[in-house]
């Protein structure tokens, strides 16, 4: 128990593991408050006149298909349609029609309306016959929110890991390992003594970053939770493992990116390319892409089937711990 608390004491003096906890929370609070806002004004027309240049039905005309605003000079109406930070396309009149004008650097669908109008102005009498129906706009950003908090929460997992395997490497450079080796601890009680502080801290991370995104039934919840405490623990104990064979704290580091570059990379790519057969079987070698299955399923579903995610992690706990306390033994056997 007091290995326990000196691991807590650690953690709470090392301001930079504190943080790497907490920032997997903020960026769930940056997506969801990201999620809340409408973006749909981003893709709104704006057309630029002179006054007294179009009629009033052809102002009422295009303010069916954007905001109007009206200009007393033609300096004031260019220099609007050149400003950087607009897309305004400017509407002029040219007997019975209407011309458009543009700056050049806007979007092509900004271009292409300004080609049409003319075109769909000549026409409007003919078009107003046809009946039309409009369609709630789909969320786009939904998909790509939930893509990027499981990702978040796969990186809210991985903390534990760079927690343990900075606490073991900063003991071996200050002699502690030394000391551990002569302790009358098992090994078993020494990879619990290591390992809780990063499962613990993974897991809270994991579930506040969760809980700031996520509404989802109490049932889906509790396999969100197991599915967090697997995978907490499956990064906890790889964390041991880079922790043993780094020399350095500089190699350490390198292995925690390259792992967690792996972590995120091999689901993600396998998720987007909708990987199936053999290659999706060897991506299920790295914990991660059952934890992002799952976590996706649940996002996406009211009735997730993850049965397979937890069983893949639940292998990878037992085969990972058993591996760990084996690699162990044989040193222990060996010096």
Request: hydrophobic share 50%; net charge negative; proline share 3%.
């Amino acid at each position: 128990m007091k290995g326990l608390y000196y691991q807590l004491k650690s953690v709470w003096k090392d301001k930079l593991c504190i943080m790497s906890f907490l920032l997997p929370v903020v960026v769930a609070l940056a997506l969801d408050f990201i999620g809340g806002i409408d973006l749909s004004s981003v893709a709104e027309f704006h057309f630029g006149v002179l006054e007294s240049d179009l009629s009033a039905q052809t102002i009422v005309w295009l303010e069916r298909y954007g905001s109007v605003t009206i200009y007393k000079t033609q300096e004031e109406l260019t220099d609007a349609i050149n400003e950087p930070s607009t897309y305004m396309i400017g509407v002029k009149s040219d007997g019975d029609s209407i011309q458009t004008m543009v700056s050049g650097d806007e979007l092509d669908l900004f271009r292409q309306t300004a080609d049409t109008l003319p075109a769909l102005y000549e026409g409007r009498e003919s078009a107003g016959q046809i009946s039309v129906t409009v369609l709630e706009r789909p969320d786009m950003m939904a998909g790509l929110q939930n893509i990027f908090i499981s990702i978040t929460l796969i990186v809210a997992m991985f903390m534990g890991c760079t927690f343990n395997a900075m606490n073991i490497i900063s003991e071996k450079e200050n002699g502690v390992d030394l000391v551990n080796q002569i302790l009358p601890m098992t090994q078993s009680g020494y990879v619990i003594q290591k390992i809780f502080v990063g499962f613990i801290g993974g897991c809270l991370s994991a579930v506040l970053t969760a809980c700031c995104y996520f509404r989802i039934p109490v049932k889906n919840a509790f396999l969100m939770l197991v599915l967090i405490i697997l995978s907490a623990f499956i990064a906890a104990l790889i964390g041991l493992f880079i922790g043993k064979f780094s020399e350095s704290l500089v190699v350490g580091v390198i292995y925690i990116k390259i792992i967690m570059i792996i972590f995120m990379a091999v689901p993600l790519v396998s998720y987007l390319l909708a990987a199936g057969g053999l290659v999706s079987v060897l991506c299920y070698f790295v914990p991660s892409s059952a934890a992002f299955e799952g976590i996706m399923n649940l996002a996406n579903s009211d009735k997730p089937m993850i049965s397979k995610d937890l069983f893949i992690l639940m292998a990878h706990c037992i085969i990972w711990f058993l591996l760990y306390l084996s690699i162990s033994k044989w040193q222990k056997k060996h010096t």
